[in-house]
């Protein structure tokens, strides 16, 4: 069979009678559906009491859908156990940091650490691969829903303390990393040590961050083997979990990606307009890196009312394309949803689906309908067998980790509202404004294809990621690192020789003390900022800007060191958006980095294979010109220049 886009959703047919199911599959063909993932809740239907299982629903469901060519992701049901599990296993519910016994009442109450739960997670598993395992629907397992379920309490401890031996090897080498003299917390004997919960004050920054690592470990974990049994019963099948991008901050990201065949994501953007599609390139342009660059999945996202906040936000049916064209221009095998059918009730009612409450004659089904069509004419952009190869090529990546992640929710920094995320964001935001395609990296990853790195609030580096940066710099490359960069080791240990000393010989600066504000800042290129600011000594780098007025009138505040062949820069402070972008695009543009279109006229470059695609997004609420040479991929018409693209329109153009 030609490859195609994957086209569909989360399908639960446990909440509807067979008449629903027929009448579900009839709509799913006027869509043009053509892959659903079953079973994500289904644990209380497939097992109603301990051992015993149901799964002739199951059955018939899948021969359904096969025999009207809907493929099907299966999921293991393991996000939500059943009420009977969590009465039997009172030890495996989730205890929160503050004490607190979630009761079963919603999803996730579920502690990872606790045997039983891990034990009957892997029992449903085997079931579900012993009798699916080859079934002709199957495309995809679906380990599980958005692992990010973080508990505490006595199971808890139990395995934090054994991970700690594991790592330490000894209390004597634990106390000395941990620094525990202060505030006298020197251990004795392992069965002191407890998960970092409700405390009195502030909490050890290190422990935190090695509970952080263990936490994220135990949920990986928990996938593995999940995943061995599914590929032990089924042959060729690939296995995937899906992420919540982009702020769930439980898990290594990367660390699950290198275990998963497949990488997937859920997003959910929550801005209207231009800013919305800035979220859905970040989550693209993560996923896609996350992925090492090769095709992934939009496993979720919401159709026209996407859950938020104080109010949904209403989506148009053009938004929703845009966006699903967003995805699949990163690599995304295709546009699937949560969820095929609205429920009747139960906690989400509300939430938006492919076939709304109120039924097939609405513009809501009328917009799965042209979507779905849409992407049926696009299936150049199916990877198929061509899933090996690189989807991108970007010149520019972010630092993205999550001991960054974790260092920056630490207490006791010197500012309380240090938001990693938010300035990733921010500096990913300006980018894509700019019209740059960028990519995310680990600071462990080879680093050397790119020609400029940007480091974000990147607080804790090993003296190995430093040096990287060194030797990344010294060949030639171009970095920018923000303020309070590279202040700890990876341990939470201030680095010797003033703070961001894990570079300081690249970035050449000493950063004397660091002095948050509460008023704006002035530069003196007329740069506005906010939050932060540093006192810098020159050890190399020169000004290329300073600051104007205040504590720091005169001081350095942007720096830039010629270091080997390449050039380190720092930002000291935290830039407003607009400065940020300028700043940036001129860093970009010394290095010979120009975007292409920008300010919500996106233009996206995607291979498959040996094709080459351009895709062109307007976002805006006005025509844009953008240069394309090229077939469009569905009118066949040729363009060759400067091509006028209506507000809110697109083009996906074979170059
Ligand atoms: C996702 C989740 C779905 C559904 C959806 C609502 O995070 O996987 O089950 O809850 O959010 O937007």
Request: net charge negative; no cysteine; charged share 20%.
């Amino acid at each position: 069979m030609a490859p195609e886009l994957l086209y569909g959703g989360d399908y639960n047919p446990e909440q509807f009678s067979r008449e629903v199911w027929v009448e579900d599959v009839r709509l799913m063909k006027v869509a043009r559906v053509n892959t659903v993932t079953v079973g994500v809740f289904s644990w209380s239907s497939l097992e109603p009491s301990e051992g015993v299982f149901t799964f002739g629903w199951l059955d018939d469901v899948l021969d359904l859908l096969h025999e009207n060519g809907i493929g099907v992701i299966l999921a293991t049901p393991t996000a939500s156990p059943p009420p009977w599990f969590s009465l039997a296993h009172p030890e495996a519910l989730p205890i929160t940091a503050d004490g607190v016994r979630l009761l079963h009442g919603s999803r996730d109450t579920y502690n990872p650490a606790a045997e039983a739960y891990r034990h009957a997670a892997r029992r449903i598993a085997t079931e579900l691969g012993r009798r699916y395992g080859t079934h002709p629907s199957l495309r995809m397992w679906h380990v599980h829903n958005e692992y990010g379920t973080v508990s505490f309490g006595p199971v808890v401890d139990a395995e934090f303390r054994l991970w700690l031996e594991r790592k330490y090897g000894s209390l004597s080498a634990l106390n000395e990393v941990w620094n525990t003299t202060f505030w006298s917390q020197r251990y004795g004997e392992w069965a002191e040590i407890f998960a970092p919960q409700a405390t009195q004050y502030l909490g050890n920054p290190a422990q935190l961050l090695d509970f952080r690592r263990f936490a994220a470990e135990l949920l990986l974990a928990a996938f593995n083997e999940q995943s061995e049994i599914l590929k032990s019963l089924s042959t060729g099948i690939p296995v995937t979990t899906n992420f919540m991008l982009p702020s769930w901050l439980h898990y290594d990201q990367w660390a699950f990606a290198a275990a998963e065949d497949m990488v997937s994501i859920d997003d959910y953007p929550s801005e209207p307009g231009v800013e919305g599609h800035a979220q859905a390139a970040f989550s693209g342009d993560l996923a896609r890196s996350l992925a090492g660059n090769r095709p992934w999945l939009l496993m979720e996202q919401a159709t026209n009312l996407v859950y938020r906040r104080d109010a949904m936000l209403v989506r148009s049916t053009q938004e929703m394309v845009r966006s699903s064209l967003q995805y699949i221009a990163r690599g995304s095998l295709g546009a699937l949803f949560f969820q095929w059918r609205a429920p009747r009730t139960g906690a989400e009612l509300f939430h938006s689906s492919m076939v709304p409450h109120s039924g097939e004659d609405t513009d809501q089904f009328r917009g799965t309908v042209h979507l779905g069509a849409l992407l049926a004419e696009l299936s150049e952009l199916a990877p198929g067998s061509r899933q090996a190869e690189p989807v991108a090529e970007n010149r520019v990546a972010i630092l993205w980790y999550p001991e960054a992640w974790w260092a920056a929710e630490a207490r006791g920094l010197p500012r309380a509202d240090l938001n990693y995320l938010s300035l990733v964001r921010q500096v990913h935001r300006a980018l894509w404004l700019a019209g740059v395609g960028v990519d995310f990296v680990h600071p462990d990853h080879e680093l050397s294809g790119y020609d400029v790195l940007l480091l974000p609030l990147a607080i804790p580096l090993s003296t190995a990621q430093a040096e990287a940066f060194e030797d990344y710099v010294g060949a030639g490359g171009v970095l920018v690192a923000w303020y309070f960069s590279g202040t700890t080791d990876d341990n939470f240990s201030v680095a010797p020789g003033g703070y961001g000393g894990q570079l300081a010989r690249v970035l050449g600066i000493r950063v004397q003390m660091v002095h948050p504000v509460d008023n704006a800042l002035e530069l003196s290129d007329g740069s506005t900022a906010t939050r932060w600011s540093e006192h810098l000594d020159l050890r190399g780098a020169e000004a290329v800007g300073h600051y104007r007025g205040g504590a720091l009138d005169g001081q350095p505040a942007v720096t830039r060191h010629q270091f080997g062949g390449g050039v380190a820069h720092y930002l000291s402070t935290h830039l407003d958006d607009d400065a940020l972008r300028r700043n940036l695009v001129s860093i970009l543009d010394q290095a010979g980095i120009q975007g292409l279109a920008g300010d919500g006229l996106e233009v996206i470059e995607r291979r498959v294979g040996d094709g080459h695609f351009t895709i062109v997004l307007n976002h805006t609420d006005a025509p844009g010109v953008v240069t394309v040479r090229g077939d469009d991929l569905i009118t066949g018409q040729s363009y060759a220049g400067p091509t006028e693209i209506a507000a809110g329109a697109y083009l996906i153009v074979r170059t």
